[in-house]
């Protein structure tokens, strides 16, 4: 599986960003996706989870209420909306995919990575 993630870009606190990410070389809808962010010096850290169907999603506390995640099975891609961003939202941010959906992922519980984006939050 191959994961192309985009989006990410400078923005000021408050603001909001949509990043996406495109799957190829395996069949989208089997697989369940999430994304994660690493800030500089820190772990990766599990922020958001869909199934393959979207019809259940997952958040880790941090961001509940400011983040969604969806997709689009005809289009392979999925989404991460990004709202009422702050600063301590600045981090790189990596989709990832698996046959298994989570509630909650550890890094190494996911089978395919992208590569990532960069999210920079101003105060």
């Known amino acids: 599986v191959q994961l192309q993630a985009s989006g990410g870009g400078l923005v000021q606190a408050g603001g909001s960003l949509r990043l996406s990410c495109v799957a190829s070389?395996?069949?989208?809808?089997?697989?369940?996706m999430n994304w994660f962010r690493q800030a500089p010096g820190k772990e990766r850290k599990f922020v958001a989870a869909?199934?393959?169907?979207?019809?259940?999603?997952s958040y880790a506390d941090s961001v509940k209420g400011r983040f969604t995640i969806s997709r689009d099975n005809a289009k392979n891609t999925v989404y991460l909306q990004m709202n009422s961003l702050k600063p301590e939202d600045t981090a790189v941010y990596y989709c990832?995919?698996?046959?298994?959906?989570?509630?909650?992922?550890?890094?190494?519980?996911?089978?395919?990575w992208g590569q990532g984006t960069q999210v920079t939050v101003s105060s």
């Open positions: 990832g995919a698996d046959e298994y959906y989570r509630d909650s992922y550890n890094p190494n519980e996911v089978a395919y």
């Open positions: 070389g395996h069949t989208f809808s089997t697989l369940s």
């Open positions: 869909i199934t393959w169907s979207g019809g259940m999603t």
